[in-house]
């Protein structure tokens, strides 16, 4: 497999960028899908799935959530491999049976996370590493069967079922992004997001880069496998 064929579920709102962010550092075909407008690939004849970040919750009840949840529950069980980010990560969790809540709280800026140093996600990548993250949901109850494989103090950052990967951090994340989504948290305190500005230097931007790492395993990961030729509907 010279470049994999990955569908691209963009659940962003603001879906060109976030595509664009993806373009950037995942090196191979990406066709995106614009979920929130309940836009789905027609096949499964892809070598694999990426499910972006997004303003929303997964417990909320909108129509493209659940058509997403479906459509994410026929191609995991078809045998395609998935590698869900932030918002792709609670969605996988809860879509294998985890549970996902509201964290009372907001994470964001550049953080320290944790792997556990035994998964192909993490290989290259030093076990104390540094990312962007920017959430107000997590994880709170792994899918049955799942391994846990990174963490910092504010929880649960990446696990792995079979043939699923999620993350909750944004490897995709360059400084504009940041800068953009810091901007964007009218909600938060003032004095917060001025810590968070103060967090986004050359430094912990260099250091992020490493991150983008778990593209290039998950790309690893799925590389050798046949595409799944079965329709969604039929799956």
Known sequence: MSNARIALLNAAHAGEETCKNFERE???ELVNFDVTACEFPETLSFDGCLITGSRASVYWDREWIGQ???WVGSAIRQGMPHLGVCFG???LADVLGGSVENMGEYEIGYRTVEHEGTSVLFEGIDRDFTVFTT????????PPGAELLARNDYGIHGFRQGQVFAVQFHPEYDRAMAERV?????ELP????????????????DAAAEATTVFENF???VRDRQPVEETAESA
């Open 182 to 186: 810091t901007r964007g948290k009218d």
């Open 190 to 205: 003032e004095e917060k997001v001025q810590r968070v500005f103060d967090g986004i230097t050359e430094e912990n931007i």
């Open 68 to 70: 997403l949840k479906t």
């Open 219 to 221: 790309l690893s990961f």
């Open 135 to 142: 959430h107000s949901d997590r994880v709170t109850r792994l």
């Open 89 to 91: 990560h609670q969605l």
């Open 26 to 28: 995942v090196p191979a």
